[in-house]
């Protein structure tokens, strides 16, 4: 099939990459020209395992551009809008990228039958919002009105950072949801590869033993809508969970991966997401709780749950620095070091990461602070010029010399630092509960 993939975020290029590997016809367009750049050279613009190999291995399917009128969409079959939707400062999502590409799109639908797919996390409703804005786009291009040239569907995108392409490729379901019997048809064929699971797995990339036919959720635009916010919401809500039994864990002398564990054994819970720590970051925990939450509210209702997970998530940045506290008793003038970053490892993503705030609040105790991150610390540089941080390429380096350390990201490669050494001098806080420190 002909596919546009507007916006080249993680979701976008994930998606255009994977699409192209199982052999659809695929252009991946954005506005950054710098990015679009990068990707015609086939370079990854972002970190993301795999993803240098899979744009080599999607090479002869895929093409780039920043340019609309060159991504035929006259002849396109499915268009998936997946381009930003930073938060506002209410919490709502700002959607001014959304309408931009479905105005851009609807201008140029012609009468070959196209889908139009909301693959952003767009507040619940906007599949309508994006329909109108199709529709008004096409009637003042054409001067007439459409007819049934288009569908509007919806397809959230369920894909972790640092696994992206792995969750591309082997998902646990597929969510489509569409009030046209067409775009459902259309989507499902689109990924019929994926729902067997009879594509061939790329080296890099093996299907997960066990791996089945992938289910496919087929429903209305809301429901699917408010499937993705309830997705993340709820997992979120699982973290801040733990976390909040980890506080009373550290109280009653617990060991609160022992306790994760025996809670996690069980089958109605489930042992994923609940690594406790210094709790969830990114692009979308933080904004997608807080967008339910601003939904619920137009419509009078509260949702305490969720509102809680997220006090309880962001208090955890207080709590580092007060723990750090009372074990120096004085921050001023003390050599704090940070290990790791990014929001999560295997990724140079800083965005709502717990490293940027306790940075800050140690900044404004008094404290030096000192940085390590094995690929996130020149976005840090870039984004953050105005931390006075240290940084460090080498982490030995990073905690030598220092009054205390923070493990903020579970990097891997921590795990071989001498902890034992170093909590025998200084001041260690295993924010990831990650080190068996004992
Ligand atoms: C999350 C969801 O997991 C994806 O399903 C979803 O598609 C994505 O948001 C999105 O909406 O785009 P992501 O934010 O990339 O994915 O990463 P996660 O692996 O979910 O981690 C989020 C945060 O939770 C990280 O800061 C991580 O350190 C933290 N976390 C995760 C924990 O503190 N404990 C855990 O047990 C798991």
Request: hydrophobic letters at 40%.
């Amino acid at each position: 099939m002909k596919v546009l993939v507007i916006g080249t975020g993680y979701v976008g290029l994930n998606t255009g990459v994977a699409l192209a590997y199982l052999g659809h016809k695929v252009t991946c367009l954005d506005v950054d020209e710098r990015k679009i750049k990068m990707l015609q050279d086939c370079k990854a613009p972002i970190y993301e395992p795999h993803l240098d190999t899979m744009l080599e291995l999607a090479c002869p399917n895929i093409q780039y551009t920043t340019n609309y009128d060159e991504a035929d969409i006259a002849i396109t079959d499915v268009v998936f809008i997946s381009v930003g939707t930073p938060s506002l400062m209410d919490g709502s999502a700002n959607l001014e990228y959304v309408r931009q590409a479905a105005h851009s799109v609807g201008s140029r639908l012609n009468d070959h039958f196209t889908v139009v797919v909301n693959k952003s996390t767009v507040p619940i409703g906007s599949g309508h919002w994006v329909s109108a804005i199709v529709r008004d786009a096409y009637i003042e291009s054409h001067g007439h009105k459409p007819d049934g040239n288009y569908a509007i569907a919806s397809n959230p995108e369920f894909l972790r950072q640092g696994s992206a392409l792995a969750d591309t490729f082997y998902p646990d379901r597929i969510v489509v949801g569409a009030s046209d019997a067409r775009a459902i048809d259309v989507l499902t064929n689109l990924y019929r590869p994926l729902l067997n699971q009879d594509f061939a797995a790329p080296d890099c990339l093996p299907r997960p033993e066990g791996m089945g036919a992938v289910p496919v959720v087929t429903c209305d635009l809301a429901s699917a809508e408010l499937i993705k916010y309830a997705a993340n919401s709820f997992l979120a809500l699982k973290i801040s969970y733990i976390n909040e039994i980890a506080a009373l864990s550290d109280k009653v002398g617990a060991d609160i991966n022992q306790v994760a564990r025996g809670i996690g054994l069980d089958s109605r819970i489930g042992p994923r997401f609940l690594n406790p720590g210094i709790g969830w970051g990114g692009s979308c925990f933080g904004k997608d709780t807080a967008a339910l939450v601003a939904t619920a509210k137009e419509y009078n209702l509260e949702m305490p749950i969720v509102a809680a997970a997220r006090d309880v998530n962001y208090r955890l940045r207080d709590t580092v620095v007060e723990n750090l506290q009372a074990e120096l008793k004085i921050l001023k003038g003390r050599t704090v070091t940070l290990l790791g970053l990014a929001f999560k490892p295997n990724t140079d993503d800083l965005r709502d990461a717990p490293s940027i705030d306790i940075a800050k609040k140690l900044i404004q105790r008094g404290a030096k602070v000192r940085a390590h991150d094995p690929v996130a610390i020149e976005n840090m540089k870039r984004q953050y010029p105005e931390l006075e941080i240290e940084y460090f390429q080498d982490a030995n380096e990073a905690v030598s010399d220092c009054d205390a350390v923070v493990l903020v990201t579970e990097w891997p490669e921590y795990r071989k630092l001498d902890w034992k050494a170093l909590k025998s001098r200084i001041a260690v806080l295993d924010g990831r509960y990650f080190l068996n420190l004992g």
